[in-house]
């Protein structure tokens, strides 16, 4: 699963010191055009239209494939979802590597960890992908778990997140804000028992974020900010 990474602040913590778990894909990474290209990629190669980004923000859900019948008025069979998840995967290995962490990241981790506060990573981006990733921002040390999904791709998060809130021990969940670009990391933080903050920077559009009943936001500092607010 995961790892313990860089110099275990979350070892020397108060249990009751606020913890956010950060989302990494249209969160702290900001890659929504090339997920939007490999969309588009994939769709090519199954005779799909092309999709803009309004219109993905508008219909985007998770479990995926349920977004996939928003665009082709069914669930796709499970060797079309099979065909469907390569194609993107092999297209955003490529689209990828021409984006950066979001703006003003490095000063938000690192404010945060230098108030005595600690931080995770939780994403459904796979763990040994994500890992090396995070290594080369240089940004590791800035949180005391990063985890990524080990199973198949396309599901929920909740299962994930309530293992790893309970992975740290010096972590109460009631003091923890996730903070994510999805409506399914409202729900994943919710089923912890954690607070939410939602961000208008990544896959979903700020009407459907609203729809979760948490924060939301414009800006990842708004976020931290807010984080700091709610788990008091």
């Not at 796979?126 to 240089?138: A, K, Q, T, Y």
């Amino acid at each position: 699963m995961g790892k313990r990474t860089g110099n275990d602040v979350g070892d020397h913590m108060e249990k009751h010191a606020t913890h956010i778990v950060w989302d990494w894909n249209g969160t702290l990474f900001h890659d929504i055009d090339a997920v939007i290209g490999a969309t588009n990629s994939a769709f090519a190669e199954i005779g799909l239209e092309p999709i803009t980004l309004e219109s993905y923000r508008d219909l985007y859900c998770v479990p995926v494939p349920r977004f996939y019948e928003r665009l082709m008025g069914r669930l796709p069979t499970d060797a079309e979802w099979l065909v469907m998840d390569e194609a993107f995967h092999r297209h955003y290995s490529t689209h990828r590597l021409g984006c950066e962490l979001a703006e003003g990241v490095h000063q938000l981790l690192e404010g945060w960890q230098a108030a005595g506060r600690s931080q995770s990573i939780l994403s459904m981006y796979g763990h040994d992908e994500l890992l090396p990733i995070v290594r080369d921002f240089g940004i590791e040390s800035r949180f005391v778990r990063v985890e990524g999904r080990t199973g198949p791709s396309g599901g929920t998060k909740s299962a994930y997140m309530v293992r790893h809130l309970a992975a740290m021990e010096s972590v109460d969940p009631r003091r923890t804000v996730v903070i994510g670009d999805a409506v399914d990391d409202a729900l994943a933080a919710r089923d912890a028992g954690a607070h939410a903050v939602l961000y208008t920077g990544g896959s979903h559009s700020r009407g459907s974020l609203e729809a979760a009943g948490v924060p939301v936001v414009d800006t990842l500092a708004e976020a931290v900010e807010l984080a700091g607010d709610i788990a008091v």
